[in-house]
C-alpha cells in the first residue's frame, strides 16, 4: 500500500468560512477554481482511482488558520476544518485512514484544547502547524507547551513552510518577484525553523517528539556540510556574544538532531534531491508524500513522478515498502 502522509484538501463547509471571514480567502479562490480536487471529493478520487493501491492522510492547505483571523477567530476555524476532516476520513475510511488536525497557533490555549479534543475525541493522526506563527518563531515559549503535548501523548507533527509575497528578496524592496518567497522561500523556513527547534533543545526534553518535515526537510540534506562541520563551530563568526554557550547545552552535535526529524518525499520530480534526502534522514524517517494536489496537472504529476521516483531507487523491495507505508503505520499507529 502507498500511504500519502501529506495531502491537501479544503472541506466545503471550512472553505465557505475561511473565504468568508478572511481576505485571504480571495487567493485560495483562486487556486481553488484551477484544482477542483481541493473541494470535489469526486474529482479527488477520479485521480486517485489512477493509482493502485493508494491512499491519503489529509491535512488542511495553507494559509495557515492563524492567518486567517484574529486569536478569537481562530479556534472556531480549527474545530469546524477538524470535524469535516474526521467526518470525511469517517465516511471514506478505505480512502483516508487518517487525518492531521489543525490548531489555532496564534491562541496556545485553545491550541492545547484543540489538541485534546481533536486527537483525544476525533481521532486526529497528529497536528499539522507551519515554520512560523504569523512570524514569530516556533522556539518562542508560548509555543513550548504544544511540543511538549504532542511528544507526551506520542504523535507526530507535521510541519508545513510558509511564507507570503510581501517577504521581500531584498531589503531595498517591498514584495518579492517571481514566486520566489515559494521557490527559495519555503525550504528556507523549514530549514531555519528545523535549527531553531534544535537550538532550543527540544529533542534533549523530548526524545520521542516526531516532527515530518515538508518537501525532505527542504535544505538541510544538500548543506549537511554546513550544519555538520559548519555548526560545529558556532561562534566562531560571531563576535558579539558567545554563541558557543548553546553548543555546550546540547547533549549531541547539532547535526545528529536534525537527523532526528522525519522528512517526506514531496520533491516535485527531483530524483536526485530524493536521493540526497534518503542519504542523510535514512530509510526510517523518510515517507511517502506527494503533496496533491497541487502540481500542473492539478493533482495526479506529483503521484505519478513521486512514485517513479522512489521505484528508481537504489534501495531494496522492503526498504521501498518501509518509505510506502511501513513508517507511516508507525507514525500513525495503524495495523
Not at 489512477?50 to 476555524?77: H, K, N, R, W
Not at 534522514?281 to 506529483?302: H, L
Not at 503521484?303 to 523491495?317: C, H, M, W
Request: charged fraction near 25%.
Amino acid at each position: 500500500m502507498k500511504i500519502d502522509l501529506f495531502c491537501h484538501i479544503l472541506p466545503p463547509a471550512y472553505f465557505e468560512r475561511m473565504t468568508a471571514v478572511s481576505t485571504r480567502g480571495a487567493y485560495m479562490q483562486k487556486r481553488v477554481r484551477g484544482i477542483p480536487a481541493m473541494v470535489d471529493l469526486d474529482e479527488r478520487f477520479r485521480m486517485m482511482d489512477l493509482f493502485d493501491d493508494y491512499v491519503q492522510v489529509l491535512s488542511l492547505a495553507a494559509p495557515p488558520i492563524e492567518a486567517l483571523g484574529s486569536p478569537s477567530q481562530t479556534p472556531e476555524l480549527a474545530m469546524l476544518a477538524n470535524d469535516t476532516m474526521a467526518e470525511t476520513v469517517a465516511r471514506h475510511p478505505d480512502r483516508f485512514p487518517g487525518f492531521i488536525a489543525s490548531v489555532p497557533m496564534n491562541n496556545p490555549e485553545a491550541t492545547m484544547r484543540e489538541i485534546d479534543r481533536a486527537v483525544g475525541a476525533l481521532g486526529a493522526a497528529g497536528i499539522q502547524i507551519f515554520t512560523n506563527v504569523n512570524g514569530r518563531p516556533l522556539d518562542d515559549p508560548d509555543f513550548q507547551p504544544v511540543f511538549q503535548r504532542m511528544a507526551e501523548i506520542g504523535r507526530p507533527i507535521w510541519m508545513h513552510p510558509t511564507r507570503v509575497g510581501s517577504f521581500a528578496d531584498y531589503a531595498t524592496e517591498d514584495k518579492s518577484r517571481f514566486e520566489l518567497w515559494w521557490v527559495f522561500g519555503w525550504p528556507y523556513e523549514t530549514s531555519v525553523a528545523m535549527a531553531r527547534l534544535v537550538f532550543a533543545g527540544y529533542f534533549d526534553r523530548w526524545p520521542a517528539l516526531h516532527i515530518i518535515t515538508h518537501h525532505m526537510g527542504g535544505m538541510i540534506p544538500y548543506f549537511a556540510g554546513r550544519i555538520g562541520p559548519g555548526l560545529d563551530q558556532l561562534g566562531a563568526r560571531t563576535d558579539d556574544e558567545d554563541l558557543s554557550v548553546y553548543l555546550k547545552r546540547l547533549q549531541k552535535r547539532p547535526y545528529d538532531y536534525f537527523k532526528m526529524f522525519f522528512a517526506d518525499t514531496a520533491l516535485f520530480g527531483a530524483r536526485d534531491a530524493m536521493e540526497c534526502g534518503l542519504k542523510f534522514f535514512g530509510v526510517d524517517r523518510v515517507v511517502f508524500a506527494s503533496d496533491f494536489p497541487f502540481d500542473p496537472e492539478k493533482g495526479t504529476f506529483n503521484v505519478r513522478e513521486t512514485i517513479k521516483d522512489i521505484e528508481g531507487l537504489p534501495i531494496s523491495v522492503a526498504e521501498r515498502r518501509q518509505i510506502y507505508e511501513g513508517n507511516a503505520r508507525k507514525l500513525l499507529r495503524l495495523t
